[in-house]
């Protein structure tokens, strides 16, 4: 497996921090810091846990979290690292400037990345850029777990649901079962199908980009194979959405109408949520075999 690093520098394991290698001086800096990040941040902080909670379009988010910890856990402090005071503290003020703007918009997207913008300040400010450059994986990892603005998920959801009710519709008029399609509204003789947002793949694109992200990072070896593996999220989640919606249909029309709702629908859904993890994982062995074809010396595990 190749290690989640930008670099080949020595590291060593994030417990092995210890408190006297940071003089009184170097600690006050960063507890102020740290305290004006708590003041600053408490409260989108809060409503990012409560749409993690309780939005299932961001639920992934309470996964993404503690994986971007591990990430960061495992990858260690390099030895090499060298803070630096002055960018963190630009980057610092720059984070409290937009959570500053977002709080008086309203508007909770920028709010939320100013939490993230912050936390690469103080890693900044305490370990410098190698150390952000070693952790850029955790970082990424992080920065995904933000729920994306609502004006972008209702542009990318609408060119989603059209092309998941085509894809849906062909396969159901390839069963041969009468059908009508106009919008993202499908009719069958026994009932109306409406391709929602949440069956468009939309909502399991957020997951599965940052599965693709955490793949390629781990696996593969190049930016181009990572970039090749995160590309091919959307036709998956395309793919595997108008699976769904055939497989809707199919049970409607030839088992029993009460499978296109309720918890039989929602089975559906996980179904092919794992499926759509399986078939990435696919793809992230193809890609790396390719790599090793293609570029043998960037993989190191």
Not at 52 to 57: L, N
Not at 144 to 163: C, E, S, T, Y
Request: hydrophobic residues 60%; aromatic residues 10%; contains cysteine.
């Amino acid at each position: 497996m190749v290690a989640p690093t930008a670099s080949a520098a020595p590291v060593r394991p994030v417990s092995a921090l210890a408190v006297r290698e940071w003089p009184l001086a170097t600690w006050l800096p960063v507890c102020a810091a740290a305290v004006a990040f708590v003041l600053l941040f408490a409260s989108p902080v809060s409503t990012l846990f409560h749409d993690w909670m309780h939005d299932d379009d961001a639920n992934y988010g309470l996964l993404l979290f503690p994986v971007a910890v591990w990430l960061a856990w495992r990858t260690g402090l390099r030895t090499d690292m060298a803070p630096d005071r002055r960018g963190g503290t630009i980057i610092l003020v720059a984070a409290t400037l937009i959570r500053l703007l977002g709080s008086i918009a309203a508007e909770f997207f920028s709010q939320r990345f100013a939490i993230w913008l912050a936390i690469v300040g103080l890693i900044v400010f305490c370990f410098g850029w190698r150390q952000v450059r070693s952790w850029w994986l955790p970082l990424i990892v992080l920065l995904l777990a933000i729920p994306l603005p609502a004006l972008f998920i209702n542009q990318l959801a609408i060119p989603l649901q059209f092309r998941a009710s085509r894809l849906g519709t062909a396969m159901i008029h390839w069963r041969h079962i009468p059908v009508r399609t106009q919008g993202n509204v499908i009719q069958i003789p026994e009932a109306l199908l409406f391709v929602a947002e949440a069956c468009s793949g939309l909502r399991s694109l957020s997951a599965l980009v940052a599965l693709g992200v955490l793949l390629g990072g781990m696996y593969l070896g190049t930016v181009v194979s990572r970039i090749v593996l995160v590309a091919l999220v959307v036709p998956v989640a395309v793919l595997l959405n108008g699976v769904r919606i055939f497989l809707t249909a199919f049970l409607i029309h030839f088992v029993d109408p009460s499978l296109g709702t309720g918890l039989a629908h929602e089975r559906e859904g996980m179904l092919m949520f794992a499926a759509a993890f399986a078939i990435l994982g696919g793809c992230t062995a193809v890609v790396r075999l390719v790599e090793r074809k293609v570029a043998p010396g960037a993989l190191h595990g």
